[in-house]
């Protein structure tokens, strides 16, 4: 029975929402993994339509950017905010520059970020937002041009108390920086709680650029002593070179493990005596360049080109893989071939890396998976503290906010672990995050009434 309600939710969504492949893979994957929970209140949950409700955002917006570049020439791009669920808090979820952005991949995203806030235990609701806009090749007053039409328009409809923005793909510290000057130009305001990912010398938080990945190793480490197995010594491989896949280097190196091996959309490098991450800042973070550059520092590395559909990095025997680059990078095939080379771990630090099918092909073969918005959840958490303390008009130390997110990721790690037990699937991660997280906005949204 409880089965057939979600089958027709599923059918229901796919009606309602064509053509947003992302957006619908994102809904099977939890809407599958919860059955357990919905079977104890089906009851209610049917009567007031919660499932229905819980996959239709609250609210879309969808507007025109235009800016001039530096040939005075008058570009157009389409900018997005979804405000997919505020049961928990004001919506919060990062903005995403890329041209692949669209209508899909926005929803796919802000519907992600409802659970992972909920599973932070902070007071935060799911949004995300962006746009086409590439920034890759831009001056950086080309960037400023966008990022100031871009603020005209959002600027309606954010704000300390409403909806929280921060950065994702293509949005790091310059556009940050960008956004809320002119946010404080166009409102005469000094709300510095509108925008996390903030500079420190303007109401930003210390650790909240390295905290993704710092919180993905907290719990890469907290899911393999749960299973008796040490971080130390271990081979990694991380997609990526962007703020994510750095930040989980540089914690994976701390913790002791050898990282061999990163990326970007181009190819990937291998150094097989472990990457010099000095040289990767360097490139990713100071001259945003491409990861080939490596080699012109560490000449003994090697590279390997991308070719279409195909992620090279995939080939590289390692214990501990995290993908930190984008959705949808590992599919089946790449997940056999993950498996059979002996990988343990996986750690999503990306957004759905994994597809469904390679998600499920890991968990049959007993890969321990550590789901994107359980494991990278402590960004959006770091941010949270960040809206903390610029409430607060106060600032914590890097130890101070580090052994905050620490525990936090500890407390996300056992919540999956306990829902994973309680609903008989020990060690599926990924059913736990998502029935950890529902049993919360879904209560929430009950207490609520109908709205
Ligand atoms: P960045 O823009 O800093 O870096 C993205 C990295 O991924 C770059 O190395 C980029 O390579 C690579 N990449 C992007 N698209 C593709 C693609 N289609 N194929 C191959 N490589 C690609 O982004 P972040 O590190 O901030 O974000 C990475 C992932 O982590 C995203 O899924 C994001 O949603 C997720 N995330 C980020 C959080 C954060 O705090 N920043 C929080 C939680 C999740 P190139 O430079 O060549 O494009």
Redesign the pocket.
Known sequence: MTLEYIEEVLKSTKINHPDEPEFLQAVKEVITTIEPAVKENEEKYKKTALLERLVEPERIISFRVPWVDDKGQVQVNRGYRVQFNGTIGPYKG?L?F?P?VNQSIMKF?AFEQVF?NALTGLPIGGGKGGSDFNP?DKSDNEIMSFCQSFMNELQKHIGQDIDVP???????AREIGFLFGQFRRIRNSYEAGVLT?KGLEYGGSLV?KE??GYGLMYFMREMLKANNISIQGKTVII????????YAAEKASQMGAKVIAM????GCIYDENGINLDVIKRI?EVERG??KDYLLTCPDAKYYE?NAGY?AIYNIKADIILP????N?INLECAKRIVEQGTIAIGE?????CNIEAVNYFLEKGILLAP?KAA?????AT?ALEMSQNSMRYFWSFEEVDSKLENIMINIFNMCNEAAQKYNCPKNYVAGANLAAFRKVADGMLAQGII
Do not use: E, W
Request: glycine content about 22%.
């Open positions: 990062g995403r890329h692949t995203l992972k890759k921060a950065g994702d793909i293509g949005v790091g990912g909240r905290a993704t997609s990526g070179s962007g703020n994510v896949a750095i990326s970007d959309s181009n990713k491409r990861i991308n992620q930190c680059a984008t959705q990078d630090g990306a957004n759905m890396p994107g990278n959840a402590g960004g959006v941010s």
